[in-house]
């Protein structure tokens, strides 16, 4: 489990599907594994690149933190988004200030112990300027902007404790691991930087910089940056029309690649779906909307490396039903290789049997 979220992450969004995505690529995969892989400490669920929870190992926390967060103002704008940068700047309050006052608050908040989501969002919000927080008409209260409170897990402040339940808490990455994470913008910060750029690369290669730029959600002048640092370990090729770099220690591997026999059914989020190069990956533009849609994304069917359909699945009792949307005939070999993975995630969410329909 550790080699495979070392390449490039496994999102946690939503929550569980880490759990598949790692049984796609490992064999022995269970709950039971992964939950004590994450509290034995061998595996740690962060904020990765978007600030989206990931499974990452304690080594590389720092990588896929304060890794992909750069401190100029464009950057940071991006970061934080539109709306929360918005709101600070209308109040005089700098980004790179919020990030300071934000990340001081939640090491203070989280000093001693692992504090459950919702507590310490209210304590962040009194602690807080107003500007870093909006206005709920639901409850009748304050909280603090959703990007604020995520950015100190973003550059490896806090880490998710292993989960009890659907509860989620978080605690500091120095007091979990006994081991700091470098501050963002400190020269362990720019190195992690670069790391992160060469797995990515080494993932999703060839790209460019608006790719890396779209993936870490990152400024696109501080990921030029990135890629005209690792010049000397970078390869231009073109494929398709295309052009783009990719290390130069990987061209020849990639040349000689093919393609694997095998059937999956990955989740949502999967890191093979998280290429910013949809168009290699799924030719056919008509089907874009379908396999990454605005909201609900379902997981996937890839065949011999292909994308040959969609599914979604609902619990029903002991059983999990699967509903698989062919984009085209499935070859008939594959039928029942998806049936026998769609039994093995059955079993991964402590359903008994799996009841696949084909459309």
Same mark, same amino acid.
């Given at each position: 489990?550790?080699?495979?979220?070392?390449?490039?992450?496994?999102?946690?969004?939503?929550?569980?599907?880490?759990?598949?995505?790692?049984?796609? $690529?490992?064999?022995?995969?269970?709950?039971?594994?992964?939950?004590?892989?994450?509290?034995?400490?061998?595996?740690?669920?962060?904020? *990765?690149?978007?600030?989206?929870?990931?499974?990452?190992?304690?080594?590389?926390?720092?990588?896929?933190?304060?890794?992909?967060?750069?401190?100029?103002?464009?950057?940071?704008?991006?970061?934080?988004?539109?709306?929360?940068?918005?709101?600070?700047?209308?109040?005089?309050?700098?980004?790179?200030?919020?990030?300071?006052?934000?990340?001081?608050?939640?090491?203070?908040?989280?000093?001693?112990?692992?504090?459950?989501?919702?507590?310490?969002?209210?304590?962040?919000?009194?602690?807080?300027?107003?500007?870093?927080?909006?206005?709920?008409?639901?409850?009748?209260?304050?909280?603090?902007?959703?990007?604020?409170?995520?950015?100190?897990?973003?550059? *490896?402040?806090?880490?998710?404790?292993?989960?009890?339940?659907?509860?989620?808490?978080?605690?500091?990455?120095?007091?979990?691991?006994?081991?700091?994470?470098?501050?963002?913008?400190?020269?362990?910060?720019?190195?992690?930087?670069?790391?992160?750029?060469?797995?990515?690369?080494?993932?999703?290669?060839?790209?460019?910089?608006?790719?890396?730029?779209?993936?870490?959600?990152?400024?696109?002048?501080?990921?030029?940056? $990135?890629?005209?640092?690792?010049?000397?370990?970078?390869?231009?090729?073109?494929?398709?029309?295309?052009?783009?770099?990719?290390?130069?220690?990987?061209?020849?591997?990639?040349?000689?690649?093919?393609?694997?026999?095998?059937?999956?059914?990955?989740?949502?989020?999967?890191?093979?779906?998280?290429?910013?190069?949809?168009?290699?990956?799924?030719?056919?533009?008509?089907?874009?909307?379908?396999?990454?849609?605005?909201?609900?994304?379902?997981?996937?069917?890839?065949?011999?490396?292909?994308?040959?359909?969609?599914?979604?699945?609902?619990?029903?009792?002991?059983?999990?039903?699967?509903?698989?949307?062919?984009?085209?005939?499935?070859?008939?070999?594959?039928?029942?290789?998806?049936?026998?993975?769609?039994?093995?995630?059955?079993?991964?969410?402590?359903?008994?049997?799996?009841?696949?329909?084909?459309?």
């Amino acid at each position: 489990m550790a080699e495979a979220v070392a390449a490039c992450s496994i999102r946690n969004t939503p929550p569980g599907s880490a759990l598949s995505a790692l049984a796609a $690529r490992v064999n022995g995969v269970s709950e039971d594994a992964t939950s004590a892989a994450l509290a034995g400490k061998t595996l740690v669920e962060v904020l *990765g690149p978007r600030m989206i929870p990931a499974f990452v190992c304690p080594g590389d926390v720092a990588v896929f933190t304060v890794g992909g967060v750069s401190t100029d103002e464009a950057s940071l704008r991006v970061t934080m988004g539109e709306k929360a940068s918005g709101r600070l700047a209308a109040d005089g309050i700098g980004l790179g200030d919020a990030l300071t006052q934000v990340i001081d608050a939640t090491r203070a908040e989280l000093k001693g112990g692992a504090r459950a989501r919702g507590d310490l969002s209210e304590a962040l919000t009194a602690r807080l300027p107003e500007a870093m927080s909006l206005w709920c008409k639901r409850c009748g209260s304050r909280h603090i902007h959703e990007t604020l409170f995520r950015l100190p897990g973003a550059v *490896g402040v806090y880490c998710v404790a292993p989960r009890s339940g659907r509860e989620v808490s978080y605690v500091l990455v120095e007091e979990w691991l006994d081991a700091r994470v470098p501050s963002v913008g400190s020269p362990g910060a720019l190195g992690a930087g670069i790391e992160l750029v060469r797995r990515f690369l080494r993932c999703y290669g060839p790209a460019t910089p608006g790719d890396f730029a779209d993936w870490a959600r990152t400024g696109l002048p501080d990921a030029r940056r $990135r890629f005209a640092d690792l010049a000397d370990d970078l390869a231009d090729v073109s494929w398709d029309g295309q052009a783009g770099s990719v290390l130069r220690e990987d061209a020849d591997e990639l040349c000689r690649a093919e393609l694997p026999s095998c059937v999956r059914l990955l989740p949502p989020n999967d890191p093979y779906l998280l290429t910013r190069d949809r168009v290699t990956l799924v030719p056919e533009l008509a089907q874009h909307k379908l396999i990454w849609p605005a909201a609900g994304t379902p997981g996937t069917v890839v065949a011999a490396g292909e994308i040959v359909a969609i599914w979604r699945s609902q619990k029903s009792g002991a059983t999990l039903r699967v509903q698989v949307s062919a984009r085209g005939r499935l070859p008939a070999e594959a039928v029942p290789l998806v049936e026998t993975e769609a039994q093995r995630l059955a079993q991964l969410r402590g359903c008994r049997s799996a009841l696949v329909r084909f459309g």
